[in-house]
């Protein structure tokens, strides 16, 4: 049946009153999206049941792509624009006086996510999907996600975020594929059954994984792939070996929270049961499904490729190990090709704090079986160095060091592919932090920059320049990305310009709409909008910021009539729990923003904005009405980031230092359209290499930087007497591991250089336009086509077919 607003009328009412004994007039918003989200969900039920039936029956090649975060954000919206239903569904609530937009508010964020790291595996997802291509998730169903972030007192406070107390209306629960995985044998011995040596667990329990679906919908293609997400109950056959609430509660504090507090032992041992539990749920359940397809396991690598996502998913490999070898009686030389051609291995970052590495009784104790295979491979791989004469790289490669095993190790001795998420990246892990891998293991190193999707980010959230898009260059660039360039055609046309801007200021006001809500403070859409969202951590330098709005301050309290463009400084960042240094900025960054918001004197001048919670659903409010974007890490320290892609597509302008991604916008959009500044990363390896590097140099010989860092310990900033002093000595007497102070003279002149040139509506407008334009390059279809041929190698299944989800059932 085509899916027509009458069709779509006539089926909302049918469905509210069945649902709810509700009308139209009566009902809350609750009622009326989840209405409309089981109108969305019958709509692509079809085509999931589908796909998963044509991919086992043409037996396609699929990618399972493991991952301890995902971050779709809200799906209601992005469902309704890959199904094609988006302009039909909005007309037909507003025939009923539904405010769509408002319905739409009522959905809670899937976050299971903290970063980049969870969005660019939702955005993977969705691009798969989008692209035809059979690639599914797997991952956990966490109760309450990261946390939910309140400022009080200036203070990060972590409350659970209860995302799930209502339902989760996109999910599916699947019974019938949960998986047993038994954790904690005391010991393992081998018993002969069937003519084979089996291990047998004694002691320890077993744990019920069950799966929860969420289909994930590709853009009018009618591609509908599965992103399995799992919980942990006890299976009733175990119920006896759970007697107490205690023990009950432990299973479920499994699937409880994204990232237990790593600094308690126990803690740790959680996060790593976390791993071990989805890993080994997922291995298990793509077995299962390649059985019952009657394909041979021999052949596991011409139906399934998994890929590791990060590090904490590497359990995959000796899991998938112990599969072939215990329960299907394989050879450890034919399981260990099996194994190696199957897995690939994304790594995202080269912080030595983010390589995993977890002490080997920790292993032991959770499946001693685990670790009898990984000793094997480590055996293994150090008896093939030894006799291929390369013994001086046995240390620095090893898996087994130091009583601990070192997870990016394993990974990539048991994968095929290790690629970084952008060049410079890329190059650091070849030439610097895995150089002794890469002289092993060329072939297996290659590079893939991430990427965003552009549906969510331009279509769905800034509907203003998507409009003006429309209106200058045709709908094309909807389905290809790459042709927003057509843009570049209109760069000096000034009806185009205007439009422009007039779509900016529109998401300004927007945005300053809900800041006046959410902070209780009136900013102004005619100030310069600076946005800085991210993760805080001290090398993507959120303090750099802050020192520079600190020193604006200071000007104008010198001068209050100072020429200065205005601007409202936004920030949205969440602390992780036990990472102090990071939450003492955050306060820093609240007390600063109270001194100068209640300031009369310097009359708006300047804003600080902290918007609290950040998360997918705030970034899509925040980044269309984004000026300026913040992209200042040390270089050498993001691997790539993605926020900076978001925000150049919806034509906010780039501060950057050469690191990451940056440097692909920068060769993208050329170097008048961007703001570079800061040490290189020869420098800042120069640096490092030669320790030479004195903090206290720039503070005594540097009067600007003297001045503002004194404002942090002389009480002329109210409230942070402890937080103050904190950020002082970290800049001083710890030596400013991140370089700031090296940076911040270029940062003051570079942005000297923004307010001049937004003095300028037209040539600001110009630059902007040149950056919307060339954002299409940063598609994450395109990325993953790479990853689809290049590593994976999947083919698409389905090619676009726009009438795929009118077949409506
Ligand atoms: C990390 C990296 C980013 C990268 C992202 C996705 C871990 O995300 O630091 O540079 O873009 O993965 O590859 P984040 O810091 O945002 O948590």
Redesign the pocket.
Known sequence: MQFTKEYFIQEFKKRLNEGYAVDIKQASNFELYQTLASIVRSGYNNAWHQNIKNNAREGNKQAYYFSIEFLPGRLLQSNLLNMGWYDTVISGLKDLDIDFYEVTEIEKDMALG????G??AAAFMDALASSGLPGNGNGIRYKYGLFKQKIVDGYQVELPNEWLNQGNSWEVRRDSKAVDIHINATEVSLLEKDGHLVPVYHGGKVIRAVPYDVGVVGFQNGCVNNLRLWDAEIPESEEVNYRTLDERRKIEDLTSILYPDDSTSEGRRLRLLQEYFFVSAGIQSILKHHKKAGHNLNKLADYVAIHIN?THPVLCIPELMRLLLDEEHYGWDEAWEITTQVMSY?N??LMAE?MEKWPIHYIQELQPRIYQIICEIERRYVESLEKRGQAELIPSTRIIADNQIRMVSLAIIGSHSVNG??KLHTELMKSQVLNDFYRLFPERFNNKT?GITERRWLQIANRELSKVLDKTIGKTWRYAADDLEMLLKYQDDEKVLKEINHAKYQNKVRLAEHVKKSNGLKISPDAIFDVQI??L?EY?RQLLNLLRIIKLYQDLKENPNLDIQPRVFIFGAKAAPGYHEAKVIIKCINEVGNLINNDQTIQDKLKVVFIEDYSVSLAELIIPAADVSEQISTATK?????SNMKLMLNGALTVATLD??NIEIKDQVGDDNIFIFGLTKDEVTAHNQTQDYCAWDYYNNIPVIKRVLDALIDGSIPNIQVEGRHVFDLLTRFNDQFFVLADFEGYLAIQEQVDQAYRKPLAWAKMSLINIAKGGHFSADKTVQRYAKEIWHIKPVVEKDEAKYDSYQ
């Not at 903290?114 to 790291?117: I, K, P, R």
């Open positions: 903290n970063g980049g790291l969005r660019l990060d994304t995202h970052t983010a998420v952008a991430n991210k993760r951590h993507k993001e691997a790539s980031g993605t990451g991604a």
